[in-house]
């Protein structure tokens, strides 16, 4: 018996329920990507971390910069009450998204993390934006 196999898998149903329920509080970097390339867009992006500096280095096309920290009710009045935010930082090693959206949350938006953040963009070889502002999406 392998380490994979020592623990029996969970029943269909109970899967069926952890996995949607993740899929109801994450997205990933390729669904974001296909998202734009769609033109399907249907949320708001927010890069949550770093100063204005880092944000204009590299951050995702069309993306926001709104840290975790200055998320407030005053400041989420500017999006309509069912805007769906999706929230991303640095990458793994980085709880801002964590941070942003408990924030969004406990105000009752709508929100997804996307995993990988920064370092996901990356490794998947997307492009990123420069630039004090959110940066057009440009398809590859």
């Not at 249907?42 to 944000?55: E, I, K, M, N, S």
């Not at 500017?78 to 969004?104: E, I, M, Q, S």
Request: some cysteine; aromatic content about 8%.
């Amino acid at each position: 018996m392998s380490f994979v196999s020592d623990i029996p898998a969970a029943p269909s149903q109970e899967a069926v329920t952890h996995f949607a329920r993740r899929l109801a509080l994450e997205t990933d970097c390729a669904d974001v990507d296909a998202s734009m390339k769609a033109r399907e867009v249907d949320f708001v992006l927010l890069h949550v971390v770093g100063t204005p500096q880092a944000y204009a280095l590299r951050h995702v096309p069309g993306a926001l910069h709104l840290r975790h920290g200055e998320i407030s009710a005053e400041r989420m009045a500017a999006w309509p009450a069912d805007t769906l935010f999706v929230v991303y930082c640095a990458g793994p090693h980085c709880n801002g998204a964590d941070r942003a959206a408990l924030k969004l949350a406990a105000l009752g938006r709508p929100v997804k993390l996307m995993i990988g953040g920064v370092a996901g963009w990356e490794d998947e070889g997307l492009p990123f934006a420069t630039g004090p502002e959110p940066g057009a999406f440009v398809p590859a």
